[in-house]
Protein backbone atom coordinates (compact mmCIF):
# COMPACT_ATOMS: atom_id res chain seq x y z
CA UNK A 1 0.00 0.00 0.00
CA UNK A 2 1.38 3.04 -0.89
CA UNK A 3 -0.59 5.74 0.87
CA UNK A 4 -0.34 8.15 3.78
CA UNK A 5 0.73 6.24 6.96
CA UNK A 6 1.22 7.09 10.34
CA UNK A 7 2.75 5.85 13.84
CA UNK A 8 1.77 4.99 16.18
CA UNK A 9 -2.04 4.89 15.58
CA UNK A 10 -2.24 5.06 19.32
CA UNK A 11 -0.69 6.85 22.21
CA UNK A 12 -1.07 7.23 25.70
CA UNK A 13 0.90 9.16 28.02
CA UNK A 14 1.03 11.24 31.16
CA UNK A 15 0.58 15.16 31.79
CA UNK A 16 4.52 16.73 30.78
CA UNK A 17 5.62 14.05 28.89
CA UNK A 18 6.73 14.69 25.53
CA UNK A 19 5.95 12.83 22.76
CA UNK A 20 6.36 12.33 18.68
CA UNK A 21 4.72 11.25 15.82
CA UNK A 22 5.91 10.66 12.88
CA UNK A 23 4.01 10.68 9.12
CA UNK A 24 5.21 9.20 6.11
CA UNK A 25 3.35 10.61 2.83
CA UNK A 26 2.92 9.01 -0.26
CA UNK A 27 6.25 9.15 -1.73
CA UNK A 28 5.81 11.56 -4.86
CA UNK A 29 3.85 14.36 -2.92
CA UNK A 30 6.15 17.27 -2.02
CA UNK A 31 3.20 18.81 0.13
CA UNK A 32 2.45 17.53 3.68
CA UNK A 33 0.10 18.91 6.07
CA UNK A 34 -0.33 18.24 10.08
CA UNK A 35 -3.75 18.55 11.60
CA UNK A 36 -5.17 18.44 15.03
CA UNK A 37 -9.09 17.03 15.51
CA UNK A 38 -11.20 17.01 18.26
CA UNK A 39 -14.02 14.86 19.42
CA UNK A 40 -17.09 15.74 17.56
CA UNK A 41 -15.03 18.69 15.57
CA UNK A 42 -13.38 19.17 11.82
CA UNK A 43 -9.91 19.12 11.87
CA UNK A 44 -7.80 22.00 12.61
CA UNK A 45 -4.46 22.97 10.65
CA UNK A 46 -1.83 23.05 12.30
CA UNK A 47 1.83 23.35 10.20
CA UNK A 48 2.68 23.03 6.37
CA UNK A 49 5.56 21.86 4.62
CA UNK A 50 6.25 21.83 0.52
CA UNK A 51 9.48 19.83 0.65
CA UNK A 52 11.81 20.40 4.05
CA UNK A 53 10.41 24.04 4.41
CA UNK A 54 7.92 24.57 6.81
CA UNK A 55 6.08 27.72 5.00
CA UNK A 56 2.92 28.24 7.14
CA UNK A 57 1.87 27.46 10.91
CA UNK A 58 -1.13 27.92 12.43
CA UNK A 59 -1.71 30.28 16.19
CA UNK A 60 -2.66 26.86 17.09
CA UNK A 61 0.64 25.74 17.43
CA UNK A 62 2.41 26.75 20.38
CA UNK A 63 5.92 26.59 21.61
CA UNK A 64 5.30 23.29 22.62
CA UNK A 65 4.63 22.02 19.20
CA UNK A 66 7.97 21.38 16.83
CA UNK A 67 7.71 19.85 13.78
CA UNK A 68 10.24 18.57 11.13
CA UNK A 69 10.40 17.02 7.84
CA UNK A 70 14.59 17.26 7.30
CA UNK A 71 15.22 15.62 4.43
CA UNK A 72 11.47 16.82 2.73
CA UNK A 73 10.20 12.69 2.85
CA UNK A 74 8.59 11.70 6.62
CA UNK A 75 7.95 14.55 8.79
CA UNK A 76 7.67 14.39 12.94
CA UNK A 77 5.69 16.20 15.22
CA UNK A 78 6.56 16.51 18.53
CA UNK A 79 4.50 18.11 21.56
CA UNK A 80 6.81 18.84 24.82
CA UNK A 81 5.51 18.59 28.26
CA UNK A 82 2.06 17.35 27.26
CA UNK A 83 -1.53 18.67 28.55
CA UNK A 84 -4.75 16.75 28.79
CA UNK A 85 -5.56 19.89 26.64
CA UNK A 86 -3.62 17.99 23.70
CA UNK A 87 -5.58 14.88 23.69
CA UNK A 88 -6.87 14.99 20.13
CA UNK A 89 -6.30 12.99 16.81
CA UNK A 90 -3.20 14.51 15.17
CA UNK A 91 -3.69 13.63 10.97
CA UNK A 92 -1.01 14.18 8.51
CA UNK A 93 -2.09 14.89 4.94
CA UNK A 94 0.34 14.64 1.80
CA UNK A 95 -0.40 16.32 -1.90
CA UNK A 96 1.13 16.82 -4.88
CA UNK A 97 -0.01 19.89 -7.01
CA UNK A 98 -1.33 19.76 -10.33
CA UNK A 99 -0.16 22.75 -12.58
CA UNK A 100 -1.94 22.12 -15.48
CA UNK A 101 -5.44 21.45 -14.03
CA UNK A 102 -4.40 23.17 -10.43
CA UNK A 103 -6.84 20.15 -8.48
CA UNK A 104 -4.88 19.52 -5.38
CA UNK A 105 -6.51 16.62 -3.63
CA UNK A 106 -4.78 16.18 -0.06
CA UNK A 107 -4.34 12.75 0.95
CA UNK A 108 -4.69 11.65 4.54
CA UNK A 109 -3.31 8.92 7.10
CA UNK A 110 -5.11 7.00 9.39
CA UNK A 111 -4.03 9.74 12.90
CA UNK A 112 -2.48 8.97 15.45
CA UNK A 113 -4.90 9.19 18.42
CA UNK A 114 -3.42 10.79 21.57
CA UNK A 115 -4.25 10.76 25.24
CA UNK A 116 -3.09 12.87 27.67
CA UNK A 117 -4.18 11.35 31.54
CA UNK B 1 -11.38 34.42 9.34
CA UNK B 2 -13.86 33.04 7.03
CA UNK B 3 -16.69 30.71 8.68
CA UNK B 4 -17.52 27.59 7.23
CA UNK B 5 -21.23 26.04 8.22
CA UNK B 6 -22.91 22.41 7.67
CA UNK B 7 -26.32 21.47 8.12
CA UNK B 8 -27.75 19.22 9.27
CA UNK B 9 -25.44 18.11 12.14
CA UNK B 10 -26.82 15.04 12.39
CA UNK B 11 -28.93 12.44 10.09
CA UNK B 12 -30.17 9.20 10.47
CA UNK B 13 -31.77 7.28 7.57
CA UNK B 14 -32.53 4.10 6.65
CA UNK B 15 -31.09 1.78 4.21
CA UNK B 16 -31.96 3.20 0.33
CA UNK B 17 -33.10 6.72 1.11
CA UNK B 18 -31.55 10.03 -0.63
CA UNK B 19 -30.10 12.33 1.42
CA UNK B 20 -28.85 16.36 0.91
CA UNK B 21 -26.03 18.04 2.56
CA UNK B 22 -25.32 21.28 2.97
CA UNK B 23 -22.41 23.97 3.17
CA UNK B 24 -22.35 27.11 3.50
CA UNK B 25 -18.92 29.30 3.33
CA UNK B 26 -19.19 33.27 4.68
CA UNK B 27 -16.19 34.34 2.12
CA UNK B 28 -14.74 34.00 -1.54
CA UNK B 29 -12.65 30.68 -1.71
CA UNK B 30 -10.11 28.82 -3.77
CA UNK B 31 -11.47 25.88 -3.62
CA UNK B 32 -14.11 23.49 -1.66
CA UNK B 33 -13.44 19.94 -0.76
CA UNK B 34 -15.68 17.03 0.60
CA UNK B 35 -14.89 14.76 2.37
CA UNK B 36 -16.12 11.25 4.25
CA UNK B 37 -14.14 10.54 7.66
CA UNK B 38 -15.27 6.52 8.39
CA UNK B 39 -16.13 5.66 12.11
CA UNK B 40 -12.55 4.30 12.47
CA UNK B 41 -11.34 8.21 11.49
CA UNK B 42 -9.98 7.89 8.19
CA UNK B 43 -10.54 10.87 5.90
CA UNK B 44 -11.42 10.05 2.22
CA UNK B 45 -11.57 13.00 -0.77
CA UNK B 46 -14.83 12.63 -2.19
CA UNK B 47 -14.61 16.08 -4.13
CA UNK B 48 -12.83 18.95 -5.34
CA UNK B 49 -15.14 21.02 -6.60
CA UNK B 50 -14.94 25.06 -6.17
CA UNK B 51 -17.67 25.48 -8.40
CA UNK B 52 -20.36 23.12 -11.06
CA UNK B 53 -21.25 19.84 -10.30
CA UNK B 54 -19.87 16.68 -10.29
CA UNK B 55 -21.10 13.25 -9.87
CA UNK B 56 -19.28 10.17 -8.82
CA UNK B 57 -21.49 6.92 -8.58
CA UNK B 58 -24.60 7.70 -5.67
CA UNK B 59 -22.86 10.69 -5.09
CA UNK B 60 -22.70 14.10 -6.57
CA UNK B 61 -22.17 17.61 -5.45
CA UNK B 62 -23.04 20.84 -6.23
CA UNK B 63 -21.02 24.15 -5.43
CA UNK B 64 -22.55 27.52 -6.41
CA UNK B 65 -19.70 29.96 -5.68
CA UNK B 66 -21.20 33.08 -6.26
CA UNK B 67 -24.00 32.19 -3.41
CA UNK B 68 -21.31 30.42 -1.37
CA UNK B 69 -22.31 27.11 -0.82
CA UNK B 70 -22.14 24.01 -1.87
CA UNK B 71 -25.02 20.78 -1.48
CA UNK B 72 -23.18 17.61 -1.20
CA UNK B 73 -26.19 14.51 -2.63
CA UNK B 74 -26.67 10.56 -1.54
CA UNK B 75 -28.76 8.48 -2.94
CA UNK B 76 -30.05 5.00 -2.40
CA UNK B 77 -28.03 5.10 0.76
CA UNK B 78 -25.82 2.16 2.10
CA UNK B 79 -25.15 1.41 5.47
CA UNK B 80 -21.26 1.68 4.42
CA UNK B 81 -22.07 5.56 3.77
CA UNK B 82 -22.21 5.89 7.99
CA UNK B 83 -20.27 8.11 9.25
CA UNK B 84 -18.81 12.24 9.38
CA UNK B 85 -18.96 14.38 5.99
CA UNK B 86 -16.58 17.32 5.80
CA UNK B 87 -17.17 20.41 3.63
CA UNK B 88 -13.63 21.93 3.88
CA UNK B 89 -12.13 25.47 1.88
CA UNK B 90 -8.97 26.44 0.87
CA UNK B 91 -9.12 30.22 1.52
CA UNK B 92 -7.71 32.80 -0.96
CA UNK B 93 -3.80 33.34 -0.33
CA UNK B 94 -2.99 30.72 1.95
CA UNK B 95 -1.02 28.02 0.79
CA UNK B 96 -3.99 25.31 0.85
CA UNK B 97 -4.74 25.53 3.97
CA UNK B 98 -7.76 23.95 4.56
CA UNK B 99 -10.73 25.67 6.84
CA UNK B 100 -13.36 23.22 7.75
CA UNK B 101 -17.08 22.76 8.73
CA UNK B 102 -17.60 20.58 11.88
CA UNK B 103 -19.53 17.69 9.54
CA UNK B 104 -22.27 16.67 9.12
CA UNK B 105 -22.81 12.95 11.31
CA UNK B 106 -24.62 10.14 8.93
CA UNK B 107 -26.04 7.18 10.43
CA UNK B 108 -27.62 4.46 7.55
CA UNK B 109 -29.89 1.98 8.96
CA UNK B 110 -30.29 -1.64 7.67
Known amino acids: DTGVSQDPRHKITKRGQNVTFRCDPI?????LYWYRQTLGQGPEFLTY????????KSRLLSDRFSAERPKGSFSTLEIQRTEQGDSAMYLC???????????????FGPGTRLLVL | GIQVEQSPPDLILQEGANSTLRCNFS?????LQWFHQNPWGQLINLFY?????KQNGRLSATTVATERYSLLYISSSQTTDSGVYFC????????????WGAGTKLIIKP
Open chain 1, 93 to 107: ASSFPNYGTLVETQY
Open chain 2, 88 to 99: AVERKNSNYQLI
Open chain 2, 27 to 31: DSVNN
Open chain 1, 49 to 56: FQNEAQLE
Open chain 2, 49 to 53: IPSGT
Open chain 1, 27 to 31: SEHNR
